[in-house]
Nanobody, 123 residues
Framework: QVQLVESGGGSVQPGGSLRLSCAAP????????IGWFRQAPGKEREGLAC???????YYADSMKGRFTMSSDHVKGTVTLQMNDLKPEDTAVYYC?????????????????WGQGTQVTVSS
């Protein structure tokens, strides 16, 4: 079965950076779409970035320039580098996966989800 484990969250001051990792042991990343999402209290879950099974990466417009997604098929991990963090970035961040070959990963309904990692941005 597929399991996803996020790590790298924590507390940071505005303008700081964090690098989140999502470990996906037991799967071949080349066969899955992978997405990064976040959800703040009282708000809808928000898609941030995703990568297709063909390794095409897409970003939500609001994330461009601050967040960067990457993958390492050898290690079986995907990452989200977050720079210039703002208080409104405070949320639980999740990675998700789906065995899906869609060309555009934001249309994917993800089946497998990690438990999330908390990111808190405050002064």
């Amino acid at each position: 079965q597929v399991q996803l484990v996020e790590s790298g969250g924590g507390s940071v001051q505005p303008g700081g950076s964090l690098r989140l990792s999502c470990a996906a042991p037991g799967i071949s990343l080349g066969g899955y779409a992978i997405g990064w999402f976040r959800q703040a209290p009282g708000k809808e879950r928000e898609g941030l970035a995703c990568i297709t099974a063909d390794s095409d990466i897409y970003y939500a417009d609001s994330m461009k320039g601050r967040f960067t997604m990457s993958s390492d098929h050898v290690k079986g991990t995907v990452t989200l580098q977050m720079n210039d963090l703002k208080p409104e970035d405070t949320a639980v961040y999740y990675c998700a996966a789906d065995r899906n070959y869609a060309d555009y990963c934001f249309i994917v309904t993800y089946y497998y989800w990690g438990q999330g990692t908390q990111v808190t941005v405050s002064s």
